[in-house]
């Protein structure tokens, strides 16, 4: 056998073997995408039994080769949550589902361009250089959780010209439908950083600046949940005859020169209104009382009573830390008291009382 032979045989084997993994690679991709297609098309169809509306454009494939991706243009969500009048409505102008090859262990949700979003009444126009959603996925079983990420994210605001924009967004969700009394049924995690607020109105301050260096919230709702197809009313007091509980397990902000962090329990009352007890914990409080009286938020003499009870109260954690000062925070009968002191009485919880509306559909 001559030697150019024997040469060119591995070559071709070798070609053969590239063009097997190629066909392989691109059926895998063409499955993907079929099975992504599906998956949204059977989440549509369960949406629309429900009473939602869910519209979209000509759905569009891509991502070839390292991922399938479904682009659906002019997205839009409608139909009734958490027993608000007239539901929620969410529109986007292009939602792009994604599946990374070859792991397939996560949908990547982004939705691009300026959104619009209505919660109730509530108008919340919002955008970001970058919003991505992340779904766990595992066969057979629906996700029970996701995270969120945001860079940049504009969100507008009721009765003003500018928003506020933050920085980096994160959040994250787990939900357990069997959860029982003292187990976690959702969990929920945010942390806002850099957060910009919009300027001030006429006789509005922003006393301890314009920016909020961070906001974090760590929180977990216990004990079993009722079903949805119970009214509000009727679903809460269930929850609370079943030992349900908030726990708000971490709630910061750094805001100028005040660092604040709490923890508390909360559960509902006879009359399905929240109360519970924790903890506040401040340090650089005595600063931002004299930023807050040369705002004119609080009155000096007022500032100075509070500065006193301050240096009074505080202590040093650590030697060349900061001093803090910790106080029991209580909520009984709507009465806010901090360290025992009335400090303000929260308007009623209104709940309806009627079923969940089918859905919100328009002519």
Request: net charge positive.
């Amino acid at each position: 056998m001559s030697r150019p032979v024997r040469v060119l045989r591995p070559l071709v084997a070798l070609l053969v073997l590239l063009a097997l993994m190629a066909a392989g690679h691109a059926f895998l991709w063409h499955l993907m995408a079929e099975r992504l297609q599906d998956g949204f098309d059977q989440w549509a169809q369960a949406r629309r039994a429900q009473g939602w509306r869910v519209e979209y454009g000509a759905p569009q494939r891509g991502g070839w080769p390292l991922s399938a991706t479904l682009r659906l243009p002019d997205f839009r969500l409608q139909g009734a949550a958490l027993g608000l009048p007239g539901g929620m409505e969410w529109q986007s102008p292009a939602l792009v589902l994604q599946v990374s090859l070859p792991w397939l262990d996560a949908l990547r949700i982004e939705p691009r361009g300026p959104q619009r979003l209505r919660l109730g009444t509530l108008e919340l126009p919002f955008a970001a250089d970058r919003i991505t959603g992340r779904l766990p996925l595992q066969s057979g079983v629906p996700p029970r959780g996701g995270e969120l990420e945001a860079e940049r994210l504009r969100l507008g605001l009721p009765f003003r010209r500018e928003g506020l924009e933050i920085r980096h967004l994160q959040g994250s969700l787990a939900t357990r439908s069997t959860a029982i009394e003292g187990e976690n049924a959702v969990t929920v995690g945010a942390r806002a950083e850099d957060i910009t607020l919009p300027p001030p109105q006429p006789g509005e301050v922003w006393p301890l600046g314009p920016a909020i260096a961070e906001a974090g919230l760590q929180a977990a709702l216990t004990g079993p949940l009722p079903g949805t197809r119970q009214p509000p009313a009727q679903r809460a007091a269930a929850w609370r005859d079943a030992g349900g509980v908030l726990e708000l397990r971490d709630v910061t902000l750094r805001w100028g020169q005040l660092a604040a962090s709490a923890a508390a329990t909360m559960a509902l009352d006879e009359q399905l209104q929240p109360m519970g007890a924790g903890t506040l914990r401040l340090s650089g409080a005595e600063e931002a009382v004299a930023a807050m009286s040369a705002a004119g938020v609080i009155q000096p003499s007022v500032a100075q009573l509070a500065q006193s009870v301050v240096r009074l109260l505080a202590r040093s954690p650590a030697p060349g830390e900061a001093a803090q000062v910790e106080l029991p925070v209580t909520l009984e009968d709507r009465r806010l008291s901090l360290a025992r002191l009335p400090v303000t009485r929260l308007p009623p919880l209104a709940w309806p009382t009627g079923a969940d509306p089918a859905g919100t559909r328009r002519p």
